[in-house]
């Protein structure tokens, strides 16, 4: 998969989040305009190979807040961060507007946790930057029987939009949507099988970082994540979009190097 010049073939990388919010659920997360350069330059010499930037908080519960709100908080943090570091960044955003103006600033992708199907501009917006993007399964109602299935045709229905609207198909991954409209069992079984997914033929996200899947509270969930993550190298998924990059990578480099040995 290709995002922004950077082409990634094999193995599992660090996508790092840093969020731009005042409420997102892990408050480590959290950055200004003015502490955001020093939590890419720390996320990068920690191994993390992309930056996704969240300007809305999508936890249970959460506000939502309009595009111009978005842009008023990505823009400028956006902009030092290309200014500074070559690594590719993904905005976190299901507005075409805000894709609009963060892809015009150099933003190299759109994490849509809509999967495409929000915003109707939305897929013709990253076609027309030549843009990467992770489409995520997403629900308006909880899931209920075969989650599978569900979660394959939602899928399939915003590759159709995507491929449909010119996004080039080396510039797409896919996200299951781990803690979307799902149960805490359901949850499991798709972290469970995860791999299932690959069959669509596109390079998979897992996004599970410190996630209430894992019970108990979110500063106690760092061990479940590194655990979720090196099972990701296993099963793997491409990508792995995490709150600790530094734990994270460490995990990747250990089970691969077992897998190594292994063989």
Known sequence: MKIGSKEFTCGTHVMAIV???????????RQTEYTVLSAVERAVEDGAEVIDIGAQSTRPGYREVSAAEEI??????????????????????YFSESARAALGEGADMINDVWGLTHDADMADVIASYGASVCIMHNSHTPLSGDIWGSIEDFLKKSLDIAISAGICKDRICLDGGIGFAKSRQQNLE????????????????????????????????????????????????MFVRVHDVKENVEAIKKEAFNGQGVH
């Open 190 to 237: 798709l972290l469970g099988g995860y791999e299932r997914l690959s069959r669509l033929g596109y390079p998979l996200l897992l996004g599970v970082s410190r996630k209430s899947l894992f019970g108990g509270d979110v500063r106690d969930r760092l061990a479940p994540t590194v655990r979720a993550t090196a099972s990701a190298v296993k099963k793997g998924i």
């Open 19 to 29: 969020n731009l919010t005042p409420d997102s659920f892990w408050e480590g997360s």
């Open 72 to 93: 008023s908080r990505f823009l400028q943090p956006l902009r030092l961060i290309k200014k500074h570091f070559s690594v590719p960044v993904s905005i976190d955003t």
